[in-house]
């Protein structure tokens, strides 16, 4: 999507490719490219870890989650940077809470029982 959108720019743009274009110009495509960088790579990509840094700071006790290695378990204990959860077979481990990636409550239960 964005080849096609800088193909059309460079045909708009006044000139042929023998002058070798003005200097306004290649300011002009070189701003454009920085925005749709900017709307395709780097805003998403902040809003993302908004969302992440929003959900490590809501877990609470009971809360069941997966964490950035593949493990399930549900929270016992919420620390400052710390969580301990508990694994299948009553294991317990402390992990950083930038190890949780996701919320495993909302699973359907079938899914859970695998």
Request: net charge positive; glycine share 10%; aromatic share 6%.
């Given at each position: 999507m964005t080849t096609a959108l800088i193909n059309f720019i460079l045909l708009m743009m006044p000139g042929d490719g023998a002058e070798g274009g003005?200097?306004?110009?290649?300011?002009?495509?070189?701003?454009?490219?920085?925005?749709?960088f900017y709307f395709f790579m780097i805003r998403p990509q902040m809003r993302k870890s908004k969302e992440?840094?929003?959900?490590?700071?809501s877990l609470t006790?009971?809360?069941?989650?997966?964490?950035i290695g593949g493990?399930?378990?549900?929270?016992?204990?919420v620390r400052d940077t710390t969580l301990i959860i508990?694994?299948?077979?009553?294991?317990?481990?402390?992990i950083e809470k930038s190890a949780a990636a996701a919320d495993n409550t909302s699973m359907m239960p079938e899914q859970q029982q695998k």
């Open positions: 003005s200097s306004t110009s290649f300011f002009i495509m070189m701003l454009l490219m920085i925005v749709v992440q840094k929003k959900f490590r700071e006790k009971g809360a069941k989650i997966i964490t493990i399930h378990g549900k929270i016992l204990e508990e694994t299948e077979g009553q294991g317990r481990l402390k």
